[in-house]
């Protein structure tokens, strides 16, 4: 709970959404790099089966933000790799009862009872997308950040909301890095 109220709090006062360690990656510049590619994740089972559409729609829109300030993807010897982290989680919205509008329990013998409780309103899930950039070939971190957004359950909101990710990160990158 104190993270998610630190995580509104400081997205509330920047100019982006994105979630970056203070102080940690000041000397970072996309401009020093001419060449990208993704990461290579070798997973033991079927964990990215469900979000692999995802994942490839995340790529191709990083692709683009990262050919349109000059770098080129290419798979052999990139000099910045990009690892994607995506986390979906199911969430429930919550909120107290009130004495003015929920009843009162019964439990016999003419006695009534009202009790404080949490009531579920709502129910959705929360998607995190980290990004990392990885110098190559040292494979030093070299900059990651987070942003986090309720998943739409439309599919076709699904797209504009990775789009808006993807412009939320490239917008601090521009902001931060020059």
Same mark, same amino acid.
């Given at each position: 709970?104190?993270?998610?109220?630190?995580?509104?709090?400081?997205?509330?006062?920047?100019?982006?959404?994105?979630?970056?360690?203070?102080?940690?990656?000041?000397?970072?510049? &996309?401009?020093?790099? #001419? +060449?990208?590619?993704?990461?290579? /994740?070798?997973?033991?089972?079927?964990?990215?089966?469900?979000? $692999? *559409?995802?994942?490839?729609?995340?790529?191709?829109?990083?692709?683009?933000?990262?050919?349109?300030?000059? &770098?080129?993807?290419? #798979? +052999?010897?990139?000099?910045?790799? /990009?690892?994607?982290?995506?986390?979906?989680?199911?969430?429930? $919205? *919550?909120?107290?009862?009130?004495?003015?509008?929920?009843?009162?329990?019964?439990?016999?013998?003419?006695?009534?009872?009202?009790?404080?409780?949490?009531?579920?309103?709502?129910?959705?899930?929360?998607?995190?997308?980290?990004?990392?950039?990885?110098?190559?070939?040292?494979?030093?971190?070299?900059?990651?950040?987070?942003?986090?957004?309720?998943?739409?359950?439309?599919?076709?909101?699904?797209?504009?909301?990775?789009?808006?990710?993807?412009?939320?990160?490239?917008?601090?990158?521009?902001?931060?890095?020059?």
């Amino acid at each position: 709970m104190i993270l998610s109220f630190l995580l509104a709090f400081l997205s509330s006062c920047a100019p982006t959404r994105v979630v970056v360690e203070q102080n940690k990656y000041e000397d970072f510049k &996309l401009s020093n790099y #001419s +060449t990208f590619d993704f990461a290579q /994740i070798d997973t033991p089972n079927d964990s990215l089966v469900p979000y $692999q *559409q995802i994942v490839d729609l995340l790529k191709e829109k990083i692709t683009v933000s990262m050919e349109s300030r000059g &770098l080129k993807r290419v #798979s +052999t010897d990139p000099s910045l790799k /990009i690892n994607l982290g995506l986390v979906v989680t199911n969430k429930v $919205q *919550q909120r107290h009862n009130n004495v003015s509008s929920d009843p009162y329990t019964y439990s016999g013998q003419r006695s009534y009872y009202w009790e404080v409780r949490e009531l579920p309103v709502n129910s959705y899930r929360e998607g995190s997308l980290t990004v990392h950039f990885i110098a190559s070939p040292s494979n030093v971190l070299v900059w990651a950040g987070m942003i986090s957004e309720v998943v739409p359950k439309k599919e076709e909101e699904k797209l504009a909301a990775i789009q808006d990710a993807v412009d939320q990160v490239f917008k601090y990158l521009d902001l931060n890095n020059k």
